[in-house]
């Protein structure tokens, strides 16, 4: 029989990047039927070990409706309550803009006498925070536009665990006998891996709204639960979130407010990402997804420029779904491996890494 030509690595590539490149295209124009479907999967998962506790005792069907019924009312109870918070944030808002061209007019005189800028500098400086605060603006606009349009998904959670038996059968008639142990170590893995992240991920947003609130009240920030909510919110991003969230109650704190409680800001941030870094996440949500920095900040941006900011809540736990495949199939190892953690820890930044290098601790048992 007649030999197939082999594709040289120019063909290889240019196939590999055209493929590529229709994913990205078919992601982007199928954002409105996708992002849906990907937060119901999500959120199936995390419903899942208590769904499979409460059929011991009454239907499935039934099972499933209560947990869905209960995730809608605390999710609209939790809006509810951030809405009472925005609106009593909108009755004050003529004084915090008449505070706030007070601020500017103090900044404009500090920076003009004292540092030689120019009118024509600080004009453009004025006009940048402003664009930045519209950009913030038409985000949150966004995310509001997208809830609006996510109302399916408690219909898809429901019935992705409804039919979850189903999807395991599809998945054992597509795969040979040889795979099949491989696809259920996946699954299992999948259905462990994900429901922690999770759950350890709104612990952590729980707590940290305690803390930041907390803090803010401490320092003297206006509206401290509504900023503590915001910049926990924000935190459910890994690495970037937290950033954004404190940058956006810093410059709100330093248009409206002293500038000595806006450096105070700038020092939680820093106190409130060291508990959160070596405390709250490796105790809380543990080692369930472990990804390595690089991967993680690379996806977070990819998604946030293919489906804004749900792109960047949803791509991690993605992420830890593709590490399990990855680490389960022989083929796709050195991709888990590439993904992950493993291979730099004799160099990570850890407390017993500090405390080797000053010598508080000796390098090797004795």
């Given amino acids: 029989m007649p030999r197939h030509p082999q594709y040289s690595f120019s063909h290889r590539t240019l196939i590999y990047l055209l493929l590529g490149i229709s994913i990205i295209f078919f ?16 959120l199936a998962y995390a419903l899942y070990p208590a769904s499979s506790r409460l059929e011991r005792y009454m239907p499935r069907i039934l099972t499933n409706f209560l947990l869905i019924i209960g995730c809608v009312i605390l999710f609209f ?3 509810a309550a951030f809405g009472l918070l925005v609106a009593s944030f909108s009755d004050d808002l003529p ?5 706030l061209q007070m601020n500017i007019n103090v900044w404009r005189e500090f920076l003009t006498e004292r540092l030689g800028i120019s009118d024509e500098r600080i004009d453009s400086l004025v006009s940048n925070i402003q664009g930045l605060s519209q950009y913030i603006g038409a985000l949150f606009e966004a995310t509001t536009n997208t809830i609006l349009i996510l109302a399916l998904i408690p219909v898809y959670a429901f019935l992705l665990l409804h039919y979850r038996n189903k999807f395991r059968e599809f998945l054992s008639r597509v795969t040979t006998p040889e795979q099949e142990e491989i696809v259920g170590n996946v699954v299992s893995k999948a259905a462990t891996v994900v429901p922690h992240y999770i759950k350890g991920l709104l612990i952590v947003f729980f707590i940290l709204i305690i803390i930041n609130s907390a803090g803010f009240y401490i320092i003297g920030v206006n509206y401290a639960l509504l900023m503590g909510i915001v910049a926990a919110f924000f935190n459910l991003i890994p ?3 937290t950033i954004i969230g404190y940058l956006i109650v810093f410059l709100f704190v330093l ?9 105070l800001v700038v020092v939680q941030f820093f106190i409130v990402q060291f508990l959160e870094n070596n405390i709250l ?20 941006i990819a998604g946030g420029m293919l489906w804004g900011l749900p792109g960047m809540f949803i791509v991690i736990p993605y992420l830890a779904l593709i590490k399990v495949i990855c680490d389960n199939v022989p083929n796709l190892e050195p991709i888990g491996f590439l ?11 850890t407390i017993d890494a500090i405390k080797r290098t000053f010598g508080l601790k000796s390098r090797h048992r004795e």
Wanted: charged fraction near 10%.
């Fill in 27 to 42: 992601l982007i124009a199928t954002r409105q039927l996708l992002v849906p479907l990907f937060l119901s999967v999500l």
């Fill in 77 to 79: 109870g939790v809006l």
């Fill in 95 to 99: 004084q915090i803009q008449e505070q």
């Fill in 239 to 241: 690495y970037l979130g």
């Fill in 255 to 263: 248009v409206s407010q002293e500038a000595s409680v806006a450096l």
């Fill in 281 to 300: 996440t490796p105790n809380i949500t543990g080692s369930h997804v472990e990804i390595n920095p690089l991967v993680t900040i690379f996806s977070l």
């Fill in 339 to 349: 993904m992950g953690i493993e291979g730099v820890e004799d160099h990570a930044i």
